[in-house]
């Protein structure tokens, strides 16, 4: 029985259910060698021949823009706020102070 070695997690799943569940003994032995040389494998430090590296997993999806519309959407949005709490604000003072002269000038006149 070639195998390549260590097994894959796959491989070693159904090697140990083979050494504990076959029918016949010569089975259960042959599997319990393939267990132990897989042991030995992962010990002496054999890499796996068929590994691959895995994939690399992106924290987020790209944006079907691109970044650089991204980004520009993003400042615009956050300009277009700022001039619309800063209109507010210049609304809410000149209102304000609006007020305050005509309070003013009622005073005068009393």
Known sequence: MSRILPLTPRDLNA???RAEHAPDGASRDLARRAL???A???ASG?????????????T??????GPNRTGFLVGALALL??????TVLWA???DVAETMRQQASAMRGM
């Open 40 to 42: 030995f494998a992962v």
């Open 15 to 17: 090697v140990r259910h």
């Open 36 to 38: 132990a040389d897989h």
């Open 46 to 58: 054999r890499a796996l021949a068929r590994a691959r590296p895995r994939p690399a997993f992106r």
């Open 92 to 94: 809410h003072v000149t």
């Open 60 to 65: 987020s999806r790209l944006s079907p823009l």
């Open 81 to 86: 706020g700022f001039l619309f709490v800063a």
